[in-house]
């Protein structure tokens, strides 16, 4: 096995509290159910997407919209 440099977004709940880790769960998911799917972690109370994953990012930008947290 061998490390790869990288660099990550993490993206944190603005409140810590109740639930916070069900809604990472449900943005995670909610990325992976895109058209082109985004694979991300939870770490340290965060969501984290690692940058190489991100190389097209016109093409993640115009899919946001199909964005689903709800379910």
């Not at 440099?5 to 639930?19: D, M, N, T």
């Amino acid at each position: 096995m061998e490390r790869l440099a990288s660099h990550g977004l993490a993206i944190r709940p603005a409140r810590k509290g109740r639930g916070e880790g069900t809604a990472l769960e449900k943005l995670a998911a909610a990325l992976r159910a895109l058209p082109v799917p985004v694979i991300a972690r939870i770490e340290e109370g965060a969501l984290v997407m690692d940058l190489r994953c991100l190389e097209d990012e016109a093409g993640f930008i115009r899919q946001l919209a199909e964005l689903n947290v709800s379910s």
